[in-house]
């Protein structure tokens, strides 16, 4: 009778947990719709759009029966002189761009726009391919510059690489470490004389060990461990402390002394810092982000995902 007593306890806990869970995903994924009627009430206003997708208009058409009911709005291509001014004065990382004047201001989806925005000059790029994956509309994001390779990331392999696979990064996060075990693995030992790795973090901000997570394994890069460093820290993810650094630094016969100096001084904090902040404006906002040449993949895929796009690259 106990037993019974304990295992409908456990249930309720579950239950109540998965209830929870499943409101907070609710809230997540269909924010926008809360404040539809709100948006559908504001006043119109003129939406510029630079994008070479074939059907792109049907896909905005659908959001704006979604959402933007009031919009009007142009669709323009990357080519366009014009827009090319535009592309520059917004530093834009990638395609579409959703370009909006700064009169919305005066309209009530101001307060809406404004926190997926970027102001210059009384004008705004609005994040559309956020809005259209929360909308369940499937945009084609196109690259138009990739990240940068800063001095402090790790890089492994050919220099002349025909491909590039940049991975941006978060050791504490799930989805990477399933990323590392069920893909990246696979990657390394199919194409390590083939294409080069580059490696940048993005610590989220709710992974509380995430930041030193990162330095610590910069701190190893000092010492050419930092492959080393990455499999210990995915391998072993439930045991990101400072302590943990520290000892599998110790395992992989790195000099104590300096890696300690590293991490307790936090030499790495404004690396760590820099790469997030170029993560930003490239809007990746989630990890495991990674990119095959200019082309991207968002999310802890197979194997076979990043088999087909390396394949596609190598032929060219």
Not at 97 to 105: D, H, P, Q
Not at 216 to 230: D, S, T
Request: with cysteine; charged share 25%.
């Amino acid at each position: 009778m106990k037993n019974l007593s304990i295992v409908a306890i456990l249930l309720s806990v579950i239950a109540i947990a998965w209830v929870w869970y499943s409101h907070y995903q609710i809230t997540q994924i269909n924010n926008l719709p809360v404040i539809q009627d709100s948006i559908a009430a504001s006043q119109p206003f003129n939406v510029t759009f630079v994008s070479d997708e074939a059907d792109f208009w049907e896909k905005i058409e659908k959001i704006k029966e979604k959402i933007f009911k009031t919009m009007e709005y142009k669709i323009v291509s990357s080519t366009s002189p014009e827009w090319k001014k535009l592309i520059a004065k917004f530093d834009a990382k990638s395609l579409p761009l959703m370009v909006t004047w700064k009169a919305i201001e005066k309209s009530e989806i101001k307060d809406y726009l404004s926190q997926l925005a970027v102001e210059k000059d009384w004008e705004y790029s609005v994040k559309i391919w956020d809005i259209a994956q929360q909308m369940g509309v499937s945009i084609d994001k196109i690259y138009l510059k990739v990240p940068e390779i800063a001095e402090w990331n790790p890089v492994k392999w050919p220099s002349d690489a025909k491909v590039t696979f940049i991975e941006v990064t978060d050791f504490e996060c799930p989805f990477c470490s399933k990323f590392h075990n069920n893909a990246y693995k696979k990657v390394v030992e199919k194409y390590w004389d083939k294409i080069k790795f580059v490696f940048k973090n993005l610590p989220l901000w709710f992974h509380k060990n995430a930041q030193k997570a990162a330095e610590a394994w910069l701190c190893a890069n000092e010492q050419w461990k930092f492959w080393e460093m990455h499999n210990k820290m995915f391998e072993n993810q439930k045991e990101l402390w400072i302590e943990s650094y520290k000892k599998w630094a110790w395992e992989l016969w790195l000099d104590q002394a300096k890696f300690d100096k590293c991490l307790d001084s936090w030499a790495m904090e404004a690396n760590v810092k820099a790469d997030a902040k170029e993560a930003n404006s490239f809007w990746i906002q989630w990890t495991p982000w990674v990119f095959v040449n200019d082309k991207f993949v968002w999310w802890a895929y197979p194997f076979e995902t990043f088999e087909k796009l390396i394949e596609a690259e190598l032929a060219k």
